[in-house]
């Protein structure tokens, strides 16, 4: 829980090309994007001053914003070179980037024509997802009622905020039945991800991951891959049953705010922080702290 509300804070906001002061950075109540959730967003970590992978972010955010039929007025290179003098401005040395982006007041009706669309960067110092001991020694996920929306029914490609509802309700059950965050089901009943991060299974020493048809290919998951395959890790991408958590000897979660987080129980089972996923979350520290 975070101590200063976020509309409430000293500092500087990028809002639509422009730095203004932190409380004057506001929407009005009739936007487009408040009423039919077409917002998207993105979520970059700073590691001593430096963001990681902001290029890839700015990108994501500009297809997410096309996923949703718009687009924005700024390049990525744009984008990224916003959120750096955001983050110097706010003298930021480990930290958090959120950019967002969505439809204004133009008109009010559910159709998106004519609409212009807004972009806003703010940043703030790193507050932890979880807990230090919970991040060192696992964190435990539920599964929840709620599954990840079929493709056909939701723009799951896109980092929208109109996805995240599911989240945020799998999100206040786990916590309020004492885990830490909710492990979501695809459609077809197949394992997904956590509310705000990828999974993986440590099976027979080999790396297992869902394919992501049904929710996003995080940038921290395809970063995961690659580094497995520097160590020699087998990576294997496909469909994994729920009950396979059962024959599972490690279980961690990826994403750019949980980095590699190891998982100490899914439901009733329980797992320890194994060699491989050590392995891969002290080789992902390394790589943010080397790479810009
Ligand atoms: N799934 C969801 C629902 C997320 O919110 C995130 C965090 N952006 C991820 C996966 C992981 O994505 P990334 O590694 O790009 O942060």
Redesign the pocket.
């Known amino acids: 829980m975070t101590a200063l509300p976020f509309d409430d804070r000293d500092g500087t906001i990028w809002l639509d090309g422009r730095f203004v002061p932190w409380r004057e950075a506001r929407l009005h109540v009739l936007s487009h994007g408040l009423h039919y959730g077409g917002a998207v967003f993105?979520?970059v970590r700073v590691y001593g001053g430096r963001m990681f992978k902001s290029l890839e972010?700015a990108e994501?955010l500009l297809s997410s914003a096309r996923e949703l039929n718009y687009s924005l007025p700024h390049s990525a290179d744009e984008l990224d070179a916003a959120a750096r003098e955001v983050v110097r401005r706010e003298g930021i040395v480990d930290g958090y980037v959120r950019p967002v982006a969505w439809r204004g007041s133009e008109q009010i009706s559910v159709s998106g024509a004519g609409s212009t669309p807004h972009v806003a960067i703010a940043a703030w110092d790193w507050p932890h997802v979880f807990s230090a001991d919970a991040a060192r020694a696992g964190i435990r996920l539920r599964t929840s009622k709620w599954r990840r929306p079929d493709p056909a029914t939701a723009p799951v490609r896109a980092?929208a905020a109109s996805?995240?509802n599911i989240?945020t309700l799998a999100r206040d059950e786990a916590e309020a039945a004492g885990y830490d965050d909710a492990l979501l089901l695809d459609l077809r009943g197949g394992l997904a991800?956590?509310?705000?991060?990828?999974l993986f299974l440590v099976i027979d020493g080999a790396l297992h991951t869902p394919t992501p048809d049904s929710?996003?290919d995080?940038?921290?998951?395809q970063?995961v891959i690659a580094l497995a395959a520097d160590l020699g890790i087998e990576v294997v991408e496909r469909r994994i049953e729920p009950g396979e958590l059962d024959r599972a000897e490690e279980v961690f979660l990826?994403?750019?705010?949980?980095e590699v987080q190891p998982v100490s129980g899914v439901d009733e089972r329980t797992y320890r922080v194994g060699k491989v996923t050590a392995e891969l979350a002290a080789a992902y520290a390394r790589l943010v702290r080397s790479a810009s």
Not at 254 to 258: L, N, R, V
């Open positions: 993105e979520g972010h994501r980092k996805l995240y989240c991800e956590a509310t705000g991060a990828n929710f996003l995080g940038i921290t998951r970063t990826t994403g750019t705010a949980y």
